[in-house]
Every structure is written in C-alpha cells, then in structure tokens.
C-alpha cells in the first residue's frame, strides 16, 4: 500500500508538473514572443503556452521576429545578433568594439531592422543613434541629448517611426524625445511624477519616473510606458493625457515596472508589467474602458524580469 501511494503521488507530481511548465493566460491565448533575462530565456511561446523555440539570453530589453522569420534580438548589453529558426547566426553587431567605441563604456537597449535593410542601434553611454548595414558601417549617425548622462540608463526603448524621426525614451531624464532625421529635437514629453515622491527600487513599491518605451500611434498620439511610474499613458502631441492606466487600476493585478506596451489593432493596449511578482501576470491587454481582457503568467519559463514582449498571432 504505501508503495502504490508514492507510486500514485508521483503520477500526480509529473502530471502537476507538466502543467507547470506552461503559461497561465486568461482570455483568448495569445502566440507571443517573450525574453527574461533573470531566467536567461528568449523563447516563441505557442498560443497554449507551451515553447516552439528558445534561446539562452543574458541582459536584454529589446527583441522582435523579423518578416524573413529571424529573430533579432541582443547577447548581453551590447551584442546584437540575427539568429535564424534552426538557431544559426546570420548577422551580428557589437557595439562595445565597433565604430569608435573600443574602450568605451556603452550599453544597447533598442535596436530595429528598418525597410531599408539598415539597422537602428541606440547607444547608451556615446548617447548616439545609428544605422549600420550588413557589413557594420554607418550610414546615418544622429547625437542624442541626455541631461543626466548614463551608460546604463540614457535609453530604453526607441523607434524609427513613420515620418523618418526617432522616438527615445530616455530614462535616466524621465522624458520621452522625438528627434528628426538631423538629430534636432522637435518634440519632447517630461514624464511627470503626478505630486509623489521618488522612491527605490525595481518592484510595486519604487516610484519615479524612469520611462520604458514610446510608440507612436495612427492619430498621432504617443503611447508611454512609464517604468517605475506604474502606469501606462497616452499624450497628444499638445501633450495632453488623454488615457491612463496607473497602478492599481486593474482589479486584482498590482503595476511595477511597465515596460514595452503595445496598441493593438483591436484598438485594445498591451502592457509589459516587469518586477511585479509571482502574484501578478507580466502581460496585459486591456480595453480602452480599461477592462482585462486577457493576462499572461509563467513563473516557470520565465521569471521576474520579462521586459520583453510582442504579440505574433492569436
């Protein structure tokens, strides 16, 4: 008898196990691509949650699936690699030797494969944008400017968009800049702490204002996620907030660190919610009236430091 019941309860531990290992989603699943860094994991997650593809990472805050099914993404903080789905190198930048910067301290915290072929690397440390093709050359350098200069936290996230500027996210000065093709600044948005005060740390309980990531929208809006400011914000370009999610405004699930968020054709907004832990989901999406419609958790694959996310198909 005691034999069958350990015979029985490890039946039941491979069974609970198996269910562990894919990701909990509530509403319509999702395909997504996903990165954590604490877990050192980029993985494609199938819509049931299961992974089709992975990769060992070390740091990283940016990633995308290219249209030729390449996965670009980044080999600690300076490294930028193109890897194919059989998992072969194809293409690889690394800022820390590469045009001007030997011996310099830098740090890439986005990076983008432009219609032209070109590639959009940001810089942190040199606080430049440039546009290198296949073989590393640059073919457009822009200065960026950064008031509180730090290798680690010039940038977060930034974009090429439609018009040809740039939209940064700059960290360290809490404040989002859009620059033109000459490298001026034309637009900038001072991310505001709303009346608190700044406190430490990475979890629900920091505060600041250190923004993640900006996107332009069609109606010409920008969409922020505002990192340890717990919130999501959209501003006109008269930088009026126009919507706003903050950081107990969904039931049931606390914001931390909000990083990359997302407008999704179905009008709906995605949320990356980082250092938030294992009580809370790290994807969001949300309706416009701010209504969950679908949340996304796995503490097992990943960990609590998942910055990276993109939908690729429901």
């Not at 990076?111 to 070109?118: M, N």
């Not at 590639?119 to 350098?141: C, F, H, L, N, Y």
């Not at 914000?233 to 997302?262: F, M, S, Y």
């Not at 958790?297 to 998942?306: A, C, L, Q």
Request: with cysteine.
């Amino acid at each position: 008898m005691p034999m069958r019941n350990l015979a029985f309860q490890a039946a039941i531990c491979c069974v609970f196990s198996a269910l562990l290992v894919r990701a909990e989603q509530t509403g319509t699943p999702r395909r997504l691509l996903a990165a954590d860094d604490s877990k050192r994991r980029l993985a494609i997650v199938a819509s049931d949650g299961s992974l089709e593809w992975e990769m060992k990472v070390g740091a990283i805050h940016d990633a995308s699936v290219l249209p030729n099914g390449n996965v670009l993404f980044q080999q600690g903080w300076t490294r930028i690699v193109e890897v194919a789905p059989e998992k072969k190198t194809v293409w690889e930048y690394d800022s820390a030797r590469m045009n001007g910067n030997e011996g310099k301290r830098v740090e890439v915290h986005a990076f983008q494969r432009l219609d032209s072929g070109l590639t959009m690397i940001v810089e942190s440390g040199p606080a430049r944008i440039i546009e290198v093709g296949k073989d590393g050359r640059i073919q457009r350098e822009i200065k960026l400017k950064v008031n509180r200069p730090n290798p680690h936290s010039d940038t977060r996230l930034a974009r090429k968009i439609s018009n040809g500027h740039y939209l940064v996210a700059h960290e360290s000065d809490g404040a989002v800049r859009e620059y033109d093709a000459g490298g001026k600044v034309v637009w900038e948005y001072d991310v505001p702490l709303f009346g608190k005060e700044r406190k430490g740390g990475h979890g629900s309980e920091a505060f600041g204002n250190s923004v993640f990531s900006a996107i332009r929208l069609p109606n010409g809006n920008t969409l922020i996620g505002g990192g340890n400011g717990h919130c999501v914000l959209e501003v006109t370009p008269q930088k009026e907030i126009v919507w706003k999610v903050e950081q107990n405004d969904l039931p049931g699930i606390t914001l931390a660190w909000v990083t990359r968020v997302e407008r999704l054709p179905n009008g709906n907004t995605l949320i990356g919610n980082c250092h938030a832990g294992p009580e809370n989901p790290q994807f969001i999406e949300v309706t416009p009236q701010k209504k969950v419609v679908w949340t996304w958790k796995d503490f097992r694959n990943f960990g609590n430091s998942t910055p990276v996310q993109a939908v690729l198909s429901q």
